[in-house]
């Protein structure tokens, strides 16, 4: 095989779905479009026979273990595939997640990169979590992995040179007067009238 020919992938006999026996090459280090009308076979010849059997030599490198985890992929009806790269596929579905979800969970990328990082980091761990920020073993311990750290600025919250009965609480449900606040007013346990500065609990 010619150094050119190692710049396509070729695929000799192809016959997934509802393909009959189509061969090609796809250029490699560019970017390749797969137009036609709805039944011409796109998806069979992209998802179903590239990215099916790129998946399939992926998977029987991961311990058995791990394989069972793994998706399970049809094998696609080709008589060869040359040059075939590693692939990651993107699905199509409607996005619905969490604070904890970004592009690489929706894509599952970012799955893949744990078990790499895993495998060929130095040193050596070989236990994907410790990549995961979504595992106690992987987290930030200041933002638990969300990205984000939310802290109180004291200040904005309490006006200290008033009382509580001055509205001394900048926050919605403690205004004066409110149910929220009457509990601690009424309590007999602060002087509602005595600017937070200078308060105390009475004894």
């Not at 050119?4 to 090459?25: C, E, F, G, M, P």
């Not at 500065?197 to 009475?202: A, I, L, M, P, W």
């Amino acid at each position: 095989m010619s150094s050119k020919d190692a710049d396509y992938i070729s695929l000799y006999d192809v016959s997934t779905h509802n393909l009959k026996h189509i061969s090609l090459q796809i250029p490699k280090h560019k970017i390749s479009v797969f137009t036609g009308v709805s039944g011409s076979g796109k998806s069979s010849l992209v998802f179903s026979t590239l990215a099916a059997e790129s998946q399939r030599q992926i998977n029987k490198t991961y311990s058995s273990y791990i394989q069972q985890l793994l998706p399970k992929f049809e094998n696609p009806k080709v008589t060869s595939i040359h040059n075939l790269p590693f692939s990651i596929v993107v699905n199509q579905k409607q996005i619905s997640g969490n604070i904890r979800s970004t592009v690489g969970t929706y894509s599952e990328i970012y799955t893949g990169l744990r078990l790499l990082f895993s495998r060929l980091a130095k040193p050596f761990i070989g236990y994907s979590m410790a990549y995961s920020f979504n595992n106690l073993d992987g987290m930030c311990p200041k933002c638990e992995g969300t990205r984000r750290v939310h802290q109180f600025i004291i200040n904005k919250l309490f006006d200290f040179e008033k009382s509580l009965n001055q509205g001394a609480i900048n926050f919605p449900t403690f205004q004066p007067g409110g149910w929220r606040l009457t509990r601690y007013t009424e309590s007999g346990y602060f002087n509602a009238d005595l600017p937070l500065k200078n308060g105390q609990s009475k004894s």
